[in-house]
């Protein structure tokens, strides 16, 4: 809404204009977490960051070196408040001021700090009484914020896109029931009264890999495709998951009275690695997601939404680093544009001055498109046994490897036999509407299981 007025007036406001000027700029940033035992300095980190043309940088905490670093830079800076201050803060105004006063005061404004976001996908832990206790831990820092006169300053938190149970069609987007009432409203009000954001964290990617046969790889990774999906209900069409992600969430503050608090993209990304079987995780999707994500964000005139055209949508991407400390599987460890050495994981300009095309072309993957089906972790024998049986049963001669004197007989464990059988009734039979799942018992990779002269059928994406 009234990007191209709004830019018009301020150019004939000519100076004091700058602010609110440069808010609405498209500027791309980067996620600067410190989940690394190997990694630079963060005065390295920063140069670091304005060689890839950074513009902004958020961190996961208050780190007063890094918000030294900063100073003398055109930098701008998101900071946050841990989450298990968030109960105490939320009945206390002296201790959000202590926090205030001790990890902003003494670098504002000399550090560019813009965004001060109060915990960290609070929403996404189990239920929890902290949940109830954000939006007025919110209000408490905002209203420090305002006692020591940090006017740049937006309040804010981000959520992942777990806020919301439904999310598809876009224009079904609705937040989840058990914070919409107590949590969410009254955030919406908060933030749409304080002229903040709503910040979320979007992964195309963990969406994709839930559903790769449903979601096309190019759509998620923002490719230029002839894949485009219009929504039934506002009839919106949308050309990659992205936007489609973005507007669900625009359909939810909408369907709760808040039509026009902006967004910020507070963390997108592609992981370029990970365990061997993890879907899609290659350097090749990587710098494809992110570098399309930086053509989408810094076009201008900016692009925004099919919902929001035209809005600008500040964005960050997750993240500076590879970082061998996050836990979880070996993707988590595997989102950065740089490695802990400092050099790139792919080229990436975060300027969006270099067009996607020119970028030296990048190795194709080995394997970015078929999958295997075999026997999850953990299995419960019994249950596969039966499940062994069931599959061989199905299909034209699906089994035929795993018998006495096939390819795939040796060696006979039932692990190995029901991970042939599994793959071989899914290929088969995908066609006909079978899936990899046989009741939890099956998962998907993308690594090919196959040894020696032993075969796995496979799926195409
Ligand atoms: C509740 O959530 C907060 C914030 O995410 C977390 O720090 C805390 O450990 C959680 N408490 C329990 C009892 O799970
Ligand atoms: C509020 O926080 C201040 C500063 O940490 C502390 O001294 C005070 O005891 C707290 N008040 C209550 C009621 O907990
Ligand atoms: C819309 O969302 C609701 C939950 O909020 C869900 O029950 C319903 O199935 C969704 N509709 C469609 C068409 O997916
Ligand atoms: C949101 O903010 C706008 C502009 O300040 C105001 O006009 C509108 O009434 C607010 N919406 C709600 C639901 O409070
Ligand atoms: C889209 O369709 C046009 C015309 O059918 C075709 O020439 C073009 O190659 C297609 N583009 C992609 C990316 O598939
Ligand atoms: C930096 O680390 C990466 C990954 O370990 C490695 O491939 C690369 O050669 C290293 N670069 C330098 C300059 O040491
Ligand atoms: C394993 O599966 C069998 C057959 O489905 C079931 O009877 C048994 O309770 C399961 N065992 C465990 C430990 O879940
Ligand atoms: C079964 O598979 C064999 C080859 O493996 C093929 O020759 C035959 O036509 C198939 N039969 C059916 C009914 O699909």
Redesign the pocket.
């Known amino acids: 809404m009234g990007v191209f007025a709004s830019f018009l007036v301020l150019s004939l406001l000519s100076f004091s204009a700058s602010f609110s000027c440069g808010e609405m700029q498209p500027k791309i940033g980067v996620c600067y977490g410190e989940l690394g035992n190997n990694l630079p300095t963060p005065s390295a980190s920063i140069q670091l960051i304005q060689k890839l043309n950074g513009k902004r940088i958020k961190i996961y905490g208050t780190n007063p070196k890094i918000l030294k670093s900063i100073q003398g830079t055109d930098l701008q800076i998101s900071i946050m408040v841990p989450n298990n201050l968030i109960p105490d803060i939320s009945t206390n105004q002296t201790l959000a001021d202590q926090w205030v006063q001790t990890n902003v005061v003494p670098f504002y404004p000399e550090s560019k700090i813009r965004y001060l976001l109060v915990g960290n996908e609070i929403l996404s832990n189990p239920p929890n009484t902290t949940w109830f206790k954000l939006v007025p831990a919110m209000r408490k820092i905002r209203s420090s914020v305002k006692k020591y006169g940090l006017h740049k300053i937006k309040v804010g938190t981000p959520l992942a896109m777990d806020a919301l149970?439904?999310s598809?069609?876009p224009s079904?987007g609705?937040f989840r029931?058990d914070v919409r009432e107590k949590v969410i409203r009254p955030m919406l009000h908060f933030l749409n009264r304080t002229k903040s954001f709503f910040f979320v964290d979007v992964y195309t990617y963990f969406a994709w890999v839930s559903q790769p046969l449903q979601i096309n790889l190019d759509y998620a990774l923002l490719q230029p495709t002839n894949i485009t999906y219009t929504d039934p209900v506002s009839g919106l069409t949308y050309t990659n998951l992205l936007d489609q992600m973005l507007d669900a969430l625009v359909f939810a503050m909408k369907r709760l009275g808040y039509p026009d608090i902006r967004l910020f993209l507070a963390e997108t990304g592609w992981p370029s690695g990970g365990d061997p079987d993890q879907l899609g995780a290659n350097i090749y999707n990587a710098a494809t997601y992110n570098r399309n994500v930086v053509k989408k964000f810094m076009a201008k005139p900016p692009i925004g939404t099919p919902a929001r055209p035209g809005a600008v949508i500040p964005t960050m991407i997750f993240a500076l680093y590879n970082e061998n400390q996050k836990p979880g599987p070996g993707t988590e460890r595997n989102f950065g544009l740089l490695y802990p050495n400092g050099s790139h994981v792919y080229p990436i300009d975060l300027s969006g001055k270099t067009q996607v095309s020119d970028y030296p072309p990048l190795a194709k993957p080995a394997n970015n498109g078929k999958l295997w089906c075999v026997v999850a972790e953990g299995a419960n024998k019994t249950a596969l046994t039966g499940a062994l049986s069931y599959a061989c049963s199905q299909g034209n001669r699906t089994c035929d490897p795993i018998q006495p004197g096939g390819k795939c007989y040796k060696p006979n464990s039932l692990i190995k036999h029901a991970s042939y059988a599994f793959s071989s009734y899914w290929a088969q039979m995908r066609a006909a509407g079978a899936t990899c799942s046989f009741s939890g018992l099956a998962v998907m990779i993308s690594k090919d299981p196959s040894y020696g002269a032993c075969k796995y059928p496979s799926v195409n994406l």
């Open positions: 149970e439904s598809f069609p079904n609705t029931s």
